[in-house]
């Protein structure tokens, strides 16, 4: 399940969920604006090529089997007319949609959460229909980020994230 364009992760260093993670809170964290978000950027910082043609709009990339079927999947969307830049990283299961995010949830949303908040960001939970949390929102200068949550299925009551990314 990766993005339209987008590759397997062959070049790259294969990395826990919690490496990519962290990676990506220092990707976010090293932003002062859009304009600074690339592909280049994205390299030198987390160490992942995102293989990405001329004109392509979307571009990104997946990781190998993290255990249990979980993988990450890394996207960048490029600017365009319609669309400002951004980047995305989800945690997918390919064999089950309900699978135990435990896994994949080393770092949980609270890690995530606590991240943003100490680089700045103002938070906004937005809550679903009957009250649950369906995403929570960060504004910092003209980025936004939103992360969807996703409770592990482990009984554990932990809270995990089952994406993190840019919204236009």
Same mark, same amino acid.
């Given at each position: 399940?990766?993005?339209?364009?987008?590759?397997?992760?062959?070049?790259?260093?294969?990395?826990?969920?919690?490496?990519?993670?962290?990676?990506?809170?220092?990707?976010?964290?090293g932003l002062e604006s859009r304009d600074q978000l690339s592909v280049d950027r994205i390299r030198q910082v987390m160490g992942i090529a995102i293989p990405?043609?001329?004109?392509?709009?979307?571009?990104? /990339?997946?990781? +190998?089997?993290?255990? %249990?079927?979980? !993988?990450? &999947?890394?996207?960048?969307?490029?600017?365009?007319?319609?669309?400002?830049?951004?980047?995305?990283?989800?945690?997918?299961?390919?064999?089950d949609d309900w699978a135990d995010m435990a896994g994949v949830c080393g770092l949980d949303f609270d890690h995530y959460h606590n991240a943003l908040v100490?680089?700045?960001?103002?938070? /906004?939970?937005? +809550?679903?229909?009957? %009250?649950?949390? !369906?995403? &929570?929102?960060?504004?910092?200068?003209?980025?936004?980020?939103?992360?969807?949550?996703?409770?592990?299925?482990?009984?554990?009551?932990?809270?995990?994230?089952?994406?993190?990314?840019?919204?236009?």
């Amino acid at each position: 399940m990766t993005a339209p364009g987008s590759h397997a992760a062959t070049d790259n260093p294969t990395l826990t969920a919690v490496e990519v993670g962290r990676r990506f809170l220092e990707l976010i964290g090293g932003l002062e604006s859009r304009d600074q978000l690339s592909v280049d950027r994205i390299r030198q910082v987390m160490g992942i090529a995102i293989p990405i043609e001329p004109g392509e709009l979307l571009a990104g /990339v997946g990781s +190998p089997d993290l255990g %249990g079927g979980w !993988r990450y &999947v890394l996207n960048y969307v490029s600017e365009s007319p319609s669309n400002a830049r951004g980047v995305a990283l989800s945690f997918v299961n390919e064999r089950d949609d309900w699978a135990d995010m435990a896994g994949v949830c080393g770092l949980d949303f609270d890690h995530y959460h606590n991240a943003l908040v100490a680089m700045g960001y103002r938070d /906004v939970a937005i +809550p679903g229909e009957i %009250g649950e949390l !369906r995403s &929570v929102r960060y504004h910092k200068g003209d980025l936004t980020f939103s992360i969807i949550p996703r409770y592990a299925n482990s009984g554990s009551g932990r809270l995990c994230v089952e994406s993190i990314g840019t919204l236009n």
